[in-house]
């Protein structure tokens, strides 16, 4: 599984958009990069999957360059309710193991 | 939307004492797991579990540590006998097969063991 390498904290404020990069320098051809948010006291909850170029769902935006060495999270206009622990993870095998790094501590204010 | 529920939502135990924690995964998955998360730490891969048996389990997955799917819905961690270090939220998640690789696994609320 590839090593991952994201800030530990990111702070922002109401209303702007958010991105949280990501580096996996040492990704597999197979490898998918997923991204987990997780409140506290709460169970991890996916966000968003790709595996190159760009992804978008209603919560957040994933892009991913051509090296695929990195990846960079976008939260368009965040609230209040966006603080939590975002976690990038790198892998590819269905039904496989999550291995969860430290992620990044984001903390939103009014 | 169907969801992933554990009970209890919290289990105080004294050490040395068996515990049992229960999941209910989302029907049409086929992939479950158990993770767990001491307070202020990570979240770390305890053990996944399809076709009826262990598919891979970590190290911290020890002799003290079973699963069991009793029947078609619930799901079970068994921690034979508790220490204190066994003191964390334990989540259950479940991943149903796609048609390539995913990550895509639904977490429960989770349950907060207190071994004393």
């Known amino acids: 599984l590839a090593k991952t390498t994201q800030p530990i904290s990111m702070d922002s404020y109401e209303g702007q958009e958010v991105n949280i990069t990501c580096s996996h320098n040492n990704i597999a051809t197979n490898d998918y990069i997923t991204w987990y948010q997780q409140f506290p006291s709460q169970g991890p909850r996916f966000i968003i999957q790709g595996y190159k170029t760009k992804v978008t769902n209603e919560v957040a935006s994933l892009f991913i360059p051509a090296d695929r060495k990195s990846s960079t999270l976008s939260l368009p206009r965040v609230s209040l309710s966006d603080t939590a622990v975002y976690y990038c993870?790198?892998?590819?095998?269905?039904?496989?193991?999550?291995?969860f790094g430290q992620g990044t501590e984001l903390s939103v204010k009014p | 939307e169907p969801e992933v529920t554990q009970t209890p939502s919290h289990q105080v135990t004294q050490m040395g004492q068996e515990v049992i924690l229960r999941c209910v995964p989302i029907?049409?998955?086929?992939?479950f797991y158990w993770y767990r998360q001491i307070l202020g730490q990570k979240v770390e891969f305890l053990v996944s579990?399809?076709?009826?048996?262990?598919?891979?389990k970590s190290e911290i997955f020890d002799d003290q540590f079973s699963v069991e799917r009793p029947d078609g819905s619930n799901f079970t961690l068994k921690i034979r006998s508790t220490k204190l270090e066994d003191s964390a939220m334990y989540f259950c998640?479940?991943?149903?097969?796609?048609?390539?690789?995913?990550?895509?696994?639904?977490f429960g609320p989770g349950t907060r063991l207190t071994v004393t």
């Open positions: 029907s049409n998955h086929l992939y």
């Open positions: 993870l790198v892998g590819g095998n269905q039904g496989g193991k999550l291995i």
């Open positions: 579990f399809y076709n009826n048996e262990i598919s891979e």
């Open positions: 998640a479940s991943s149903e097969p796609g048609q390539g690789a995913s990550y895509e696994q639904y």
